[in-house]
């Protein structure tokens, strides 16, 4: 047992780390790469979802390899490596474009290490299965509420300290924080001791089972289309509403991102552990969705940094109910050692939502001459997708499901 909680420790260590490696930049992302590197909304918008475009590539397929080779634990330590590289490449961008000539087409670059930034977000299906490998049944509701705590947690931390940093003394170090947290994580992880799954290995028939499997298939759905919400909006173009029409400055977008973080943080921790079985998932989703369809909604009507948060943080509360119970549907009715296919799928389609979500809402956003309906225009494409995830939350659920 005492082995067993020091490892659990472990794990969630690395997993604070493996999120603050990837989170002490998109705060400013946007905004640096339309300011300062001279990109487009388009390329600002294929930078920030070149992120989900390599996860959703590159999650079926490390979910099967993790299941074939009955191995978790080395695929997050290439994770960690592809964090250092990222990192550590935007940082050299940053420092090329502080110098008195600026090379053109570095926003090409920032695309390319944005995408290995999503290649090792990709090893989350890895990490989530490891450390739900010892739960079960209704149990690993509470597990992902667990999990997700150090997730959100860190990424509050890390965008608030990050945009701090690029405020202050320059972008560069917010780039500089990120390699440092990958580093660490790698070292943790490297002491993470891993119990290989049981049962009878993956084939393809088990994979088509799998994908049948209507719990996934829902969780899967729902997951997609909140995260088209977030990347459409507080991962995409809320930066550059708030910096373009309400003023803020970059170390104050951090602030922006700790609004909407720190309540999914909390009610990630109660949607699967209280909520849900108190009131059930139906009613606990549907909640989620009516919060971040009405964000949307009210992000236009925001004017000043108090009401810009008081939104954002509207937004996350709806994210924090959602997140736990998408995830446990994934992989709650599978087997343990079918689960590495199971969560590949669920993160590989909703990163269709991360990668669509900032290239719909660049696209719109370009169509308008005056840039502030633009914006708006975003904010209700985005209100139009939260209620029609409502409309299936409630048709997708099983009434007093936990």
Same mark, same amino acid.
């Given at each position: ?14 997993? #604070? ?31 920030? /979802?070149?992120?989900?475009? =390599?996860?959703? +590539? ?37 420092? +090329? ?10 926003? $090409? ?53 990050? !945009? ?14 990120? !390699? ?26 088990? #994979? ?24 459409? =909006? ?15 400055? =970059?170390?104050?977008?951090? #602030? ?23 009131? /059930?998932?139906? !009613? ?48 709650? =009715?599978? @087997? ?21 979500? @900032? ?10 001459? +005056? @840039?502030?309906?633009? $914006? ?27």
């Amino acid at each position: 047992m005492p082995d067993e909680k020091k490892n659990e420790r472990l794990l969630l260590t690395a997993v #604070f780390l493996f999120w603050f490696s990837n989170y002490t930049y998109p705060s400013f992302l946007t905004t640096y790469a339309t300011n300062t590197l001279g990109a487009t909304k388009v390329l600002a918008g294929m930078i920030v /979802g070149s992120y989900g475009l =390599t996860q959703m +590539i590159l999650r079926i397929p490390l979910g099967i390899f993790s299941d074939v080779l009955r191995k978790r634990k080395l695929f997050v330590l290439i994770g960690f490596v592809l964090s250092i590289v990222s990192a550590s490449g935007l940082a050299i961008v940053a420092l +090329i474009a502080g110098r008195d000539n600026v090379p053109s087409g570095l926003a $090409y670059g920032v695309l390319i290490l944005r995408g290995m930034s999503g290649m090792m977000a990709a090893t989350w299906v890895n990490f989530s299965v490891l450390y739900s490998s010892s739960y079960q049944g209704d149990r690993v509701a509470t597990a992902m509420s667990r999990l997700i705590v150090p997730q959100c947690g860190s990424q509050i931390i890390a965008m608030l300290l990050g !945009a701090q940093l690029a405020g202050r003394v320059g972008e560069v170090w917010a780039f500089v924080l990120a !390699a440092v947290a990958a580093i660490a994580g790698l070292l943790v992880m490297l002491r993470v001791k891993e119990q290989a799954p049981t049962g009878a290995p993956m084939t393809l028939k088990g #994979f088509l089972e799998v994908a049948r499997n209507k719990e996934l298939i829902s969780g899967t759905v729902l997951a997609t289309i909140y995260q088209l919400v977030v990347w459409t =909006t507080v991962q995409g173009f809320v930066q550059n509403w708030a910096r373009d029409m309400i003023g803020l400055t =970059t170390a104050q977008l951090g #602030f922006l991102s700790v609004a909407n973080l720190l309540p999914n943080t909390i009610l990630s921790h109660y949607s699967g552990t209280v909520f849900a079985l108190k009131y /059930g998932r139906r !009613a606990v989703l549907a909640a989620g969705f009516i919060a971040i369809a009405g964000a949307c909604l009210l992000y236009p009507q925001t004017s000043s940094l108090v009401s810009l948060l008081a939104v954002q943080a509207l937004l996350g509360s709806g994210v924090g109910l959602i997140m736990p119970l998408t995830m446990a549907s994934a992989i709650e =009715t599978v @087997p343990g050692e079918k689960r590495g296919a199971a969560m590949g799928i669920y993160q590989a389609v909703y990163g269709l939502g991360m990668f669509l979500g @900032p290239v719909i809402g660049g696209f719109v956003i370009e169509q308008f001459s +005056i @840039p502030r309906d633009g $914006y708006i225009a975003n904010f209700y494409v985005a209100m139009g997708i939260a209620l029609a995830g409502l409309v299936l939350a409630v048709a997708l659920t099983k009434r007093r499901q936990a």
